[in-house]
């Protein structure tokens, strides 16, 4: 019962070139920053990721993208990593945008055991008819790779479209707390995707800021049970501390209070 791996590089040793992850966090809140570096220098490429977004220029995500390796992403939201963008344009990279709702029910549905679902999202634009970029042709311009059109039906009266689980190899998440059976707990925005990412992957493996003792949870504060998770890696003080800020500022109102001060 106790998944408490040693480290960060152990518990990513056998994701190999050509895996599927799911990846925890919103923006750069709740991402699991250790492991990807870990990841990073482990080495593996040809990578299919599942993320609402891919991190930014030089953190999270964007430190495996930016090494290549990275082979496609689904998600949601492009944000301002510019070489996540350069990627896409010039063909180096597969890119399937969802509706983030219905990312986060496809990761559910996945971890679930529901194989796919009708959703009114999508329905009467390219997400439905099909035909969006999936992958450009090499050097930009022409679309090599488009997606197909999905499965429409109506339910009482109203068009749903056919929306399909999503389950991967591996989950990489963090976690605010974690128990050493594998029991965790989110803080305020990181419970957006890491709950859902954590469903889908076979082999889920977390890091936790705070690593308790079996019991010190109480049912009820236990946002994803220990049954979904394989492994967990204990961060240390500064690892737990190292949380990038997207846009740092600061309200008129607290400036001035900080000058009275």
Request: glycine content about 14%; proline content about 5%; overall charge neutral.
């Given at each position: 019962?106790?998944?408490?791996?040693?480290?960060?590089?152990?518990?990513?040793?056998?994701?190999?070139?050509?895996?599927?992850?799911?990846?925890?966090?919103?923006?750069?809140?709740?991402?699991?920053?250790?492991?990807?570096?870990?990841?990073?220098?482990?080495?593996?490429?040809?990578?299919?990721?599942?993320?609402?977004?891919?991190?930014?220029?030089?953190?999270?995500?964007?430190?495996?993208?930016?090494?290549?390796?990275?082979?496609?992403?689904?998600?949601?939201?492009?944000?301002?990593?510019?070489?996540?963008?350069?990627?896409?344009?010039?063909?180096?990279?597969?890119?399937?945008?969802?509706?983030?709702?219905?990312?986060?029910?496809?990761?559910?549905?996945?971890?679930?055991?529901?194989?796919?679902?009708?959703?009114?999202?999508?329905?009467?634009?390219?997400?439905?008819?099909?035909?969006?970029?999936?992958?450009?042709?090499?050097?930009?311009?022409?679309?090599?790779?488009?997606?197909p059109?999905?499965e429409?039906?109506?339910?009482?009266?109203?068009?749903?479209?056919?929306?399909?689980?999503?389950?991967?190899?591996?989950?990489?998440?963090?976690?605010?707390?974690?128990?050493?059976?594998?029991?965790?707990?989110?803080?305020?925005?990181?419970?957006?995707?890491?709950?859902?990412?954590?469903?889908?992957?076979?082999?889920?493996?977390?890091?936790?800021?705070?690593?308790?003792?079996?019991?010190?949870?109480?049912?009820?504060?236990?946002?994803?049970?220990?049954?979904?998770?394989?492994?967990?890696?204990?961060l240390?003080?500064?690892?737990?501390?190292?949380?990038?800020?997207?846009?740092?500022?600061?309200?008129?109102?607290?400036?001035?209070?900080?000058?009275?001060?």
């Amino acid at each position: 019962m106790d998944k408490v791996i040693s480290g960060a590089a152990e518990a990513v040793a056998d994701i190999g070139c050509g895996a599927s992850l799911a990846v925890g966090g919103f923006g750069l809140s709740g991402v699991p920053e250790v492991l990807i570096r870990a990841l990073y220098a482990q080495r593996a490429t040809g990578l299919s990721v599942v993320s609402n977004n891919c991190g930014v220029d030089g953190r999270g995500l964007g430190v495996l993208l930016a090494a290549g390796r990275i082979a496609r992403v689904t998600g949601s939201y492009v944000g301002e990593n510019k070489e996540f963008a350069r990627q896409y344009l010039s063909g180096e990279l597969e890119v399937e945008l969802v509706p983030q709702g219905t990312l986060a029910e496809r990761l559910r549905a996945g971890g679930a055991g529901i194989p796919a679902f009708y959703t009114p999202a999508g329905v009467g634009t390219q997400v439905a008819r099909g035909g969006l970029p999936w992958r450009h042709a090499a050097g930009g311009g022409s679309v090599a790779v488009a997606s197909p059109p999905k499965e429409t039906r109506d339910f009482a009266g109203r068009p749903h479209i056919l929306e399909h689980g999503i389950t991967t190899d591996f989950a990489l998440v963090r976690a605010w707390r974690g128990d050493r059976h594998g029991n965790l707990r989110f803080r305020r925005a990181a419970a957006n995707f890491n709950p859902l990412a954590a469903m889908a992957g076979r082999i889920t493996v977390a890091e936790v800021e705070e690593l308790v003792e079996p019991g010190a949870l109480a049912p009820d504060e236990i946002h994803l049970p220990g049954i979904y998770v394989r492994r967990v890696v204990q961060l240390t003080a500064a690892e737990a501390a190292d949380k990038h800020i997207e846009h740092l500022s600061v309200s008129a109102s607290s400036t001035r209070g900080a000058v009275r001060a």
